[in-house]
């Protein structure tokens, strides 16, 4: 059994009246990477995010951060969370930010508790959150046995049917965890199978897992909790149904991006514009990690992200 | 046989230096028909062994009905987590994973006597005249559930009527049936008002006032 331990504290104050050098949105592989730049450049940081670890915590298991062969996302958040407190960075966690803004070449960042900061420059790394299938009955059967997060809700389908949704690396690692605890597992898959193969094969190899390729769910169904899927044929006529007390939604995420919407360009995905120095369409203003548009969405690639964004947030300090 | 592996021995005990007054851990266990229950008993008996500021007291279920009805618990494994004087805050299901973080957490504020929460809810709990059980249900691998846990927590060690229990969902099935519990964290206050997810301080204080007026 593992047992997560709190990350040692070395406080340092947040204050309100302070005009930061740097506010990092988001504590994710790609925010506390930026943290620890910028604390080696001696910037005055403050971080601001609701938990540490974003979605890294739900890894179960992480193989492919160099230097560790097999780590849990816990873990490994955790070990990024105390190099991040070996330096004197502000760190405002359990709170977000609601808006970002900028006037005179100075950031204002309000927050859920009502917090306004203020800063010369901003890394958004806010990251991603997950994407709903927006089909009849998901909405009011969320806890009801919709769940976005098998990490969490696997435990409690011990011995029932169900159902994942998704073809990568998310939704392949939802079958994983609860092929310990579900009956069946149906995988419902748009095209084909797009996650690692490792992956895949241990699904197949646990005779518990059906894919069912080339259909779409088009409605759950159940009055006070789910109790059946309907899924039917892309490019056909063919429709199932299928009787599950849980619908494991993994069909991607969306970026975390409300916030700073009027502010900076997003693409048609939603996700923050940056050129390869991280720089978004606002000076001053950069970005790393899931919430922006590079392709590859890998702790290990947003871990990269966050040391090149605060670099030229270094950069850009100095020139301004 | 030792539950923890010895780097985290070693960083709860210097985590544990840091308690203030005395805390005790009152185990309930029994023998036959809980598969967690030993487990249980062996992490809280390792616990008190890195503090002399933790006692340690094992009751059996089964036998000794007078201390289950005096702490009100009602199923095994439970610890509760007393201070100076019992709080309410109770774990039902073994604290792994990250409610280790919770259970820490419980240890530290029940030995300083004081949270963290804000001073107008502290004032509004002032205000409740009912008894408030609050239930937190979780799941050992949830990393959204330890604040939850905290909050209800917190608020038992602020007033005097609320009771709190965090339960590990997947050792209480016959729970999670009855409460329809399919995500977690679920909360369920007097059995009236239900919520899930991670909330603010906010919204969790007005559950719990509002559950007075059900």
Known sequence: MEFILPAELKAVPIEEAKRYDLIIIGAGPAGMTAAVYAARKKLDTLVISKNVGGQTLLAPGVETYMGYQYITGAELMRKFEEQVRQFPIALLIGDEVTKLSREDNLFTALTSTRKKFTGKSVIIASGRRARPLNVPREKELIGRGVSYCATCDAPLFNGMDVAVIGSGNSALTAVNELMSYARKIYTIVRASVKGDAVLREKAEKS???????????????????????????????????LDVRGVFVEIGATPNVAFAKELVELNESNELVVDCDCKTSVAGLFAAGDVTIVPEKQIIVAAGEGAKAALSAYHYLLEA | MVILSEKVRQEVEHTLNDLQEDLKLIVFTQESECPTCEDNRLLMEELASLSRKIRLEVVDFAKDKDKAEQYKVDKVPATVVEGKEDYGIRFYGIPGGY????????????????????????EQLKRLVKPVHIQVFVTLMCP?????????????????????????????????????????????????????GAVTEEEFLKHVMKSERK
């Open chain 1, 207 to 241: 005779g518990k897992v059906e894919f069912l390729s080339g259909y779409a769910v088009t409605e759950i169904q159940g009055k006070d909790n789910v109790e059946r899927i309907i899924i039917k044929q892309i490019g056909g006529n063919k429709e199932l149904g």
């Open chain 2, 99 to 122: 409610e280790f973080l919770s259970l820490i957490h419980a240890m530290k504020m029940v030995s300083s006597k004081s949270s963290t929460l804000s001073p107008e809810t502290k």
């Open chain 2, 144 to 196: 959204y559930c330890p604040e939850v846990v905290h909050l209800a927590h917190e608020m038992a060690l602020e007033s005097p009527l609320i009771t709190s229990d965090m339960v590990e969902a997947a050792e209480f099935p016959h729970l999670n049936q009855k409460y329809n519990v399919f995500v977690v964290p679920k909360v369920v206050i007097n059995e009236t008002i239900e919520f899930v």
